[in-house]
């Protein structure tokens, strides 16, 4: 059996970082992020995140966020679309029906790396740290 310690400390608020202290809060343990963005809105977060079935979107339903990022993600991101140096379209899958279904293990959708780290920062309770850890 894994034994965690009753506070534990996360280095990173990433995506990672923050649905392991979602998971822990969960199951009652007291945690701290740290985290070097001074705030949420520090710097652009980066490039759209397309989530599959048996990674980001497992960790989404298992931390209770699957509602909220429905509400978030970008339907239709995932289209692709090539062109020639004259525009000229050689591949186009955008008039192709997209798999919307969350139950599909086709399904992947994509959300900006922003809004998800906002999902997951407003799920976490905030729990002052005063300095010493409870063990
Ligand atoms: C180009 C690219 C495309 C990708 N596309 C996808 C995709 O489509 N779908 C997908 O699921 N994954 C994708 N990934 C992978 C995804 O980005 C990573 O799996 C994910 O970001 C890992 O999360 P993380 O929290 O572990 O690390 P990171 O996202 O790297 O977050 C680390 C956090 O720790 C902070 N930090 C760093 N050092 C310190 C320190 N010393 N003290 C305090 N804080 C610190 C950083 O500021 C950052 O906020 C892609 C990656 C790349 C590079």
Redesign the pocket.
Known sequence: MLTIPAHTAI????????TLARLLQQRGFNVTV????ETPDARQQ???????ED??LKALKAAGLIDEFLKHYRPGADKIKVTDETAAVLFSDHDEPGEEDISSPYFRP?ID?GPLRNILVNSLKPVPFNGTASL
């Not at 280095?11 to 923050?18: F, K, N, S, T």
């Not at 740290?34 to 963005?37: A, K, L, N, V, W």
């Not at 980066?46 to 599959?52: E, F, K, M, P, S």
Request: no cysteine; charged share 25%.
């Open positions: 280095i990173g608020g990433g995506p990672g970082g923050l740290y985290e070097r963005d980066g490039a759209t995140l397309d989530l599959h990674s980001g994509e790396r």
